[in-house]
């Protein structure tokens, strides 16, 4: 082979593109990774990582302004943002280095430049191709806008929010889903007067309806605000200011309004739909085995419809790379994929929600556990709970959870979920104490019949 074909060409090195390129070296594989911009993709560099750099400093920033509570003299001076970018660009950076150093470790080939799919199994960076016995589309997504609403100015999305280098005194967030809550509650924290507005009928919607309802009783009790079920209808903005207006006929004012609609695939210009692959709507369509129409051509992460997750995205490049190396690896579940959203309180899931679990099996049996009852938690001073989602005569096939750092717990969820516990399996396993994991085994003790700290 010469140096521009290879077992496997990769258009994409984001968290899909170089799980797969990594896990296809490992197996002896020879990879091309082509790139436009940085390995790591958004995760790294536009989204996940530098979120929650932001959502640490901010919980720094109300520890400091509430240590009176935990009789600890601190007060906040003020937020930094060149010190909080600093912080954050440092630990994106670092992460870089280490990404470029495992490419060069496992015999990545990385090309750099804007690739073009020409299929049938080939690949052109500024015309010269690249061509493999198998090729994976990784394109990843984009911050999506709406119709008419241009981004400029004080109208951002995400990509310009996370390097404001102020903090901006009110904040109209145009969406209440995953990204819009998480930058929400940073922005609060940093002391901004925050307006979250939402077409749909309650926060992080596509969560359980009682996640939702706590959420929204702990914003309201940290005096972020929020309009639901109600639509926009227009933006203007001067040099000093930004009118958001809502079909209700209300109007706000802020100095910065965040567009947080959602993502999109990143497929236009790609040469996608020239060389045959099947879409819908931008996204690259496959079967469960992330096989396209085409053959030897697959598409992995959030080009592919379905859940857009960093961690979806590793798991389907490690699933394609063996796919393609004869292993038959089982097919991923998607409902078995964990969710975590990073506000203050964190919201944590997997399986099905209660309504979800209604509708596949006509009825649901579950059971919430209050962080009252968590020794951990009330040290923590956070509220919340883990609800329980059964089936009829069945396992638990769902977990919700909510509360400051019940993210760290949704591996203990996930574990429950894919082995389909009962109750009565995960009920006898000891939980240290006093630690928030306990709530997980004071919940499933409930469940099974036999409560222990167990309030109302």
């Not at 968290?15 to 091309?32: D, E, N, T």
């Not at 309009?227 to 933006?235: E, N, P």
């Not at 051509?297 to 394609?320: K, S």
């Not at 104490?433 to 919940?443: F, K, L, R, V, Y």
Request: glycine content about 14%.
């Amino acid at each position: 082979m010469t140096d521009t074909s290879a077992d496997l060409v990769i258009l994409g090195g984001g968290s899909g593109g170089y799980a797969c390129a990594f896990r296809a070296a490992g197996l002896g594989l020879s990879v091309i990774l082509i790139e436009k911009d940085k390995v790591g993709g958004t995760c790294l560099h536009r989204g996940c990582i530098p979120t929650k750099a932001l959502l640490h400093a901010a919980e720094v920033a109300d520890i400091a302004r509430e240590g009176d509570q935990f009789g600890v003299k601190t007060s906040l001076e003020g937020i930094d943002m060149n010190g909080v970018n600093s912080y954050k660009d440092g630990i994106v950076a670092g992460l870089h280095k280490g990404l470029l150093g495992l490419v060069k470790a496992n015999k990545v080939t990385l090309v750099e430049g804007e690739g073009k799919f020409v299929g049938p199994n080939t690949v052109e960076v500024g015309g010269t191709r690249y061509t493999g016995k198998n090729v994976v589309l990784a394109t990843g997504s984009y911050a999506k806008t709406l119709p008419g609403l241009d981004i400029g100015g004080r109208i951002v999305t995400s990509d310009q929010a996370l390097s404001l280098d102020y903090v901006p005194e009110k904040v109209v967030v145009l969406g209440g889903g995953v990204i819009g809550v998480e930058f929400a509650s940073v922005w609060r924290s940093f002391g901004a007067d925050v307006t979250i507005v939402e077409a749909l009928p309650r926060l992080v919607p596509l969560e359980d309806e009682w996640a939702s309802k706590q959420v929204e009783r702990a914003f309201r009790k940290r005096g972020i605000k929020f309009k639901t079920g109600v639509r926009f209808s227009g933006a203007t903005q001067t040099d000093a200011a930004v009118t958001v207006s809502l079909e209700s006929g209300e109007t706000f004012d802020a100095d910065l309004l965040l567009v947080a609609v959602g993502r999109g695939p990143s497929s236009s210009g790609m040469g996608y739909e020239e060389a045959g692959v099947k879409m819908d709507r931008g996204f690259v369509l496959t079967d469960e085995r992330l096989r396209t129409n085409l053959p030897n051509v697959f598409a992995v992460g959030d080009l592919v419809p379905g859940l857009q997750l960093a961690h979806r995205g590793f798991q389907q490049g490690i699933f394609i790379a063996e796919e393609i190396a004869g292993l038959n690896p089982k097919v991923i579940d998607e409902a078995g994929i964990p969710k975590v959203t990073y506000c203050n309180p964190e919201v944590a899931s997997v399986g099905l929600s209660e309504a979800q679990a209604k509708e596949k099996y006509g009825s649901a049996e579950t059971l919430v556990y209050n962080l009252a009852g968590n020794g951990k938690s009330q040290i923590l001073k956070t509220s919340g709970g883990i609800k329980l989602i059964k089936a009829p005569d069945g396992p638990v096939v769902g977990v919700t959870m909510v509360g400051e750092r019940v993210g760290e717990l949704i591996g203990e969820a996930q574990l429950i979920y894919s082995w389909e516990a009962y109750p009565e399996d995960v009920a006898p396993l000891i939980h240290a104490h006093p630690t928030q994991n306990e709530a997980m085994g004071e919940a499933f003790l409930a469940l099974a019949g036999k409560p222990l700290h167990v309030h109302g």
